[in-house]
T-cell receptor, first 115, second 113 residues
Framework: EAGVTQSPTHLIKTRGQQATLRCSPI?????VYWYQQALGLGLQFLLW???????NRGNFPPRFSGRQFPNYSSELNVNALELEDSALYLC??????????????FGQGTRLTVV | AQSVTQLGSHVSVSEGALVLLRCNYS??????LFWYVQYPNQGLQLLLK??????LVKGINGFEAEFKKSETSFHLTKPSAHMSDAAEYFC???????????FGKGTRLSVIA
């Protein structure tokens, strides 16, 4: 069974540009979570999508946004990129077989570098 | 609000020695607790989880953790360190089965031959 897949693996953008990161959850998982892992700051929660709806967002500015598609895959968009946005962006998915939540499974991440 | 504190950003042990990584949590409700490991340039892999069942939780690769409510702790241990254990370890808490995980800042474990 395929795990959580993220694309691209690496992304280099110029300050002020927009970045789009993609995540495909494990088959059957309906919840997708996005985290930012910047150097020295640990993992910061960005966004949570479930059944196509945004359920919660972390303490990030509105230029961080996303969506979840009918097939439960998800997209994270970062507008007006700043140098401080350089980080590893991790996606995780969770499923609810029989109404019981699985643990969160993580993808390998997208390394975003803003120059 | 929930939070996690991991004591020690870097822990170094000799191969074969006990591994002890500390995690204290703050939660207003009985928490779900997790330990994840991250190898360089990779995502996170679940080591073990506590979901209000047995307080001593056994995970993969010989790791285990004990939930101590009185101390609000969930420390990770392994009796004998192996070189392959060198990685970053993250403790995380969530309020329920599907709410987002809140992570500690991580502890980098080095294993010396």
């Amino acid at each position: 069974e395929a795990g959580v897949t993220q694309s691209p693996t690496h992304l280099i953008k110029t300050r002020g540009q927009q970045a789009t990161l993609r995540c495909s959850p494990i088959s059957g998982h309906t919840s997708v979570y996005w985290y930012q892992q910047a150097l020295g700051l640990g993992l910061q929660f960005l966004l949570w999508y479930d059944e196509g709806e945004e359920r919660n967002r972390g303490n990030f500015p509105p230029r961080f946004s996303g969506r979840q598609f009918p097939n439960y895959s998800s997209e994270l968009n970062v507008n007006a990129l700043e140098l401080e946005d350089s980080a590893l962006y991790l996606c995780a998915s969770r499923g609810y077989p029989g109404g019981i939540s699985t643990e969160a499974f993580f993808g390998q991440g997208t390394r975003l570098t803003v120059v | 609000a929930q939070s996690v504190t991991q004591l020690g950003s870097h822990v170094s042990v000799s191969e074969g020695a006990l591994v002890l990584l500390r995690c204290n949590y703050s939660s207003s409700v009985p928490p779900y607790l997790f330990w994840y490991v991250q190898y360089p340039n990779q995502g996170l892999q679940l080591l073990l989880k506590y979901t209000s069942a047995a307080t001593l939780v056994k995970g993969i690769n010989g790791f285990e953790a004990e939930f101590k409510k009185s101390e609000t702790s969930f420390h990770l241990t392994k009796p004998s360190a192996h070189m392959s254990d060198a990685a970053e370890y993250f403790c995380a808490v969530s309020r329920s089965g599907n709410t987002p995980l809140v992570f500690g800042k991580g502890t980098r474990l080095s294993v010396i031959a």
